[in-house]
């Protein structure tokens, strides 16, 4: 089945800074790659997502890339806010077989005012 | 409206007893899924229905069932709890079965001791 990792695990920035996170899956039939942001003890809330026939999305300061070939797509958060600290999770799923995701490990953002 | 609501918010059960949790949404969404998180493990999927009267298994089944007899109602039995099942249970629903946004219930901590 698919296996999604992402690195890294703790990532710490100064505000207004920016910030990545990055994910690679393992099946290239995957087309359907979304990414959740959940703040302590709330639950996940979808903050963007991409699909495999576009290879960029932009939503204000967030964006994401999807490399296809290479099998990996990243988050990327310029002008950090404090607001901004949170667990983010990156997924995979594959379309054709229903919206069942798979999620790498998240990754806990920390801005530091 | 309500949207997705979990029962209990937590739970300390005995190893061995069963425990069903309770998942209700009010959006008319066809699918819902129920994931199980982790520390270090992200989210994963336990059991899936795509709609009412069908369900599916996820990546990790094993000691769980689930049910599907209306749209709004998708509750989780563990029928002889074991330590291992301890986690944050999470509930989830979408439009349909495609690669549509997944809206998160508020999770349930269960402890098993």
């Known amino acids: 089945g698919e296996n999604v990792e992402q690195h890294p695990s703790t990532l710490s920035v100064q505000e207004g800074d920016s910030a990545v996170i990055k994910c690679t899956y393992s099946?290239?039939?995957?087309?359907?790659f979304p990414w959740y942001k959940q703040e302590l003890g709330k639950r996940p809330q979808l903050i963007i997502d991409?699909?495999?026939?576009?290879g960029e999305k932009k939503d204000q300061r967030i964006a994401v890339t999807l490399n296809k070939t290479a099998k990996h797509f990243s988050l990327h958060i310029t002008e950090t806010q404090p607001e901004d600290s949170a667990v983010y999770f990156c997924?995979?799923?594959?379309?054709?077989?229903?919206?069942?995701?798979?999620f790498g490990g998240g990754t806990r953002v920390l801005v530091k005012p | 409206t309500a949207g997705i609501t979990q029962a209990p918010t937590s739970q300390i059960l005995a190893a061995g007893r069963s425990m069903t949790l309770r998942c209700t949404q009010d959006?008319?969404?066809?699918?819902m899924y129920w994931y199980r998180q982790d520390l270090g493990l992200g989210l994963r999927l336990i059991h899936y229905?795509?709609?009412?009267?069908?369900?599916g298994k996820g990546e990790v089944p094993d000691g769980y069932s689930v049910s599907r007899a209306n749209t709004d109602d998708f509750p989780l039995t563990l029928a002889s709890a074991v330590p291992s099942q301890t986690s944050v249970y999470f509930c989830?629903?979408?439009?349909?079965?495609?690669?549509?946004?997944?809206?998160f219930g508020p999770g349930t901590r269960l402890t098993v001791l």
């Open positions: 229905s795509n709609t009412a009267g069908t369900t």
């Open positions: 959006m008319r969404h066809n699918a």
């Open positions: 099946d290239s039939a995957s087309n359907y």
């Open positions: 997924a995979a799923s594959i379309e054709a077989a229903g919206n069942k995701l798979t």
């Open positions: 991409i699909r495999s026939n576009v």
């Open positions: 989830a629903s979408s439009v349909t079965h495609y690669t549509d946004t997944q809206y």
